[in-house]
DNA sequence: ACGAATTAGACCAACTAAGTCCTATTCGGT
DNA sequence: ACCGAATAGGACTTAGTTGGTCTAATTCGT
């Protein structure tokens, strides 16, 4: 009962690409910084971003990651899918004949109930918005800068902070 | 981002019980036969229950579990963390000084959004009301019938209907 | 006191999540 | 056109969780 680490880390990415100029490239190298993601996990979180075609990648020198979409038409909710694909509270709410107890059981609608009521949530929070509350209040840009100055010899080896 | 099956087995064991006249013993064997849960796994299920003090167990011959608390008292949170232990949306979310982005992080809050709103609806669900939807209208006192009826030398050894 | 009924809890296999490392591709400079 | 550095892509590894089974301990009725 827990978003996966991979779908944390991809908000997070996005959520930077979004507040970027559009069109703007990245590099995994970092976006893994400003994330504070392990580098080469990042590999496989991208991955799947690429494949569901919300974010371009750009192999070689010069390469990087961009947003395919504008920012406006992502939501949180895209995004997590994108990594984990559909959200399901429970297995007795995936479609079909699945569980034949769902015509009387009581608690099937407050599954369901629930369920609504993430998808409500997490689609409704789009990463323009997202983003925009990130940029004004020396956050992200700020933050990039300390990291940038404070963390210079350590080098991000070590066990990252969860969450 | 899924509730575990032994968190679904839960909900559906508590509700049966909570249909019963208080007070009411039901053996293990019967439980796992109205909550369509394989039997032995069933066991590990109602040991979390009863150390949560839900429901209380009594050994030997004529034994079987009961409610150790008013049904009105018990919602599907309970039961659910009574099995997973407390519901965390994001890794960000447990408290002290876990994320030290959570500050600033925008995404931080809609997932802080997202889990109050599961604990809500999950909270609101007394078991009380859940089984009072159940029994009226031959639901479950009408299944178990039936299943009693027809199902009478199948014996379920074989593999359960998931969800 | 004995034995059947029943719960308690240790045990195991399979799957998934998380992270690491190596390989293939691409671009820019020469 | 070619070389080498930079970069994404994806196979591989490890650790932990989940779902399930089996045996041991306990209790009650006779």
């Known amino acids: 009962m827990q978003i996966t680490r991979a779908s944390d880390y991809a908000v ?6 979004a507040g970027l100029p559009v069109g703007s490239t990245v590099r995994r ?17 991208l991955q799947r971003l690429v494949h ?17 979409v504008p920012a406006a038409k992502i939501s949180m909710l895209d995004v997590v899918q994108a990594i984990e694909g559909p959200i399901r509270m429970n297995q007795c709410l995936i ?25 409500k949530i997490l689609g409704a929070a789009s ?5 925009a509350q990130a940029t004004p209040g ?18 991000g080896t070590g066990r990252r902070t969860p969450g």
């Open 52 to 68: 569901s075609g919300m974010v371009r990648s750009q192999r070689g020198a010069g390469g990087g990651f961009s947003l395919a």
């Open 95 to 119: 479609e079909g004949p699945s569980c034949e107890r769902k015509a009387w059981c009581p608690a099937h609608q407050v599954w369901a109930e629930t369920q609504d009521a993430v998808l």
């Open 138 to 155: 020396s956050t992200f840009a700020y933050r990039n800068h300390e990291k940038a100055i404070t963390i210079s010899g350590v080098s």
């Open 12 to 17: 997070r990415v996005v959520i930077h690409l």
């Open 127 to 131: 990463m323009e918005q997202l983003a």
């Open 29 to 45: 190298s970092e976006l893994a910084r400003v994330g504070d993601v392990p580098e080469h996990f990042l590999s496989k979180v």
